[in-house]
């Protein structure tokens, strides 16, 4: 696997398996939880927490982000390498990417982690005796019950509720512009495309799905039951998205190389020069700022709604 494929993927697969900055400042809990509290994951586990965590290490950008927005901040004592928003997040020791090992999360002393459903780093760091919440949300309601459960986690109820009524709020708006629109243009959301000719793309079952939906558009993904499938170019080229969008382009991805990918310049989006970046941070990671992902989206997909 290349260097540009490996950092997108620990960034899109890792981290997502991916409200502004409102939404980020601190935040007062106006409920208290009771421990011991059993929880359900992302993967449908229980968990059990059996105080108030006081040392917590976040191994996702995503929880990261949720864990700042709701007030908590103050009790994260450790990130991973990837988790450098807000800034104040890049600021904390790291424990390591993609391939970090159970024993340097673990050696910060932590009373709960918080992951994502990628490798085997949750179930190496049960089997050490560690208490971890894997957060696996496949749409944008199970984003707002993920900031809900770490709101109940770490004792931050109210704050997650605000968080998430603020998202709600805007999410609203976006939803009620498109719900009329009468064309939805297939948008075709790039992931990687470090082997042009196998492509990698938001496929259905996943949020970046229900953003685009939201948004007013057709993922031209979708047809895939896979998260993230993998398409030929030629699958690509029958598929005639109308809009392309590329979550790559950070990592050298550039528009003018999708224009001159053979066999490409009958696409619709080539065609009408409708091939746009995207921040893949405000797609990627399903926390708070996946609000700001949803209205760059909308105004991407209908322009003429979003001014």
Known sequence: MTRSRLAL????????ASCGGAAVAPATSSATAAYPLT????????????????RIVSVAPSATEIIF??????????????????????????????????E??????PDVIVAVTQGNLA??????????????????EAVYADIALLGRVFDRVGGARD????MRTRVDAVAAKTKAVTERPRVLHEVDATDPTRIFVAGSNNFIDAMITVAGGTNAG?????KFPQLSSEQIVRSDPQIIVLGD??????????????????????????????DPDIVSRPGPRLVEGIEAYAKLIHPELFR
Not at 39 to 54: E, F, M
Not at 163 to 166: G, N, W
Not at 222 to 226: F, G, I, L, N, T
Request: hydrophobic share 50%; proline share 7%.
């Open 39 to 54: 929880i359900t994951d992302g993967r449908g586990k229980s968990v059990t927490i059996a105080a108030r965590p006081q």
């Open 163 to 166: 968080v998430v009524a603020a």
């Open 69 to 102: 927005a709701i007030g908590a901040q103050d009790r994260l004592v450790a990130v991973d390498d990837f988790s450098d928003f807000p800034s104040a997040a890049a600021a904390l020791p790291k424990v390591g990417g993609t391939r970090t090992s159970p």
């Open 123 to 140: 179930p190496a760091l049960e089997a050490q005796g560690q208490t971890v919440i894997v957060l696996d949300p496949p749409d944008i």
């Open 222 to 226: 979708a047809p895939s039951e896979r």
């Open 9 to 16: 993927f620990a960034v899109l697969l890792l981290l997502l």
């Open 104 to 109: 340097r999360i673990i050696a910060q002393r």
């Open 249 to 278: 382009a950070r990592y050298g991805m550039t528009v003018e190389m999708v224009r001159a990918r053979p066999g490409w310049q009958g696409i619709a989006a080539v065609r009408t020069s409708r091939v746009e970046i995207i």
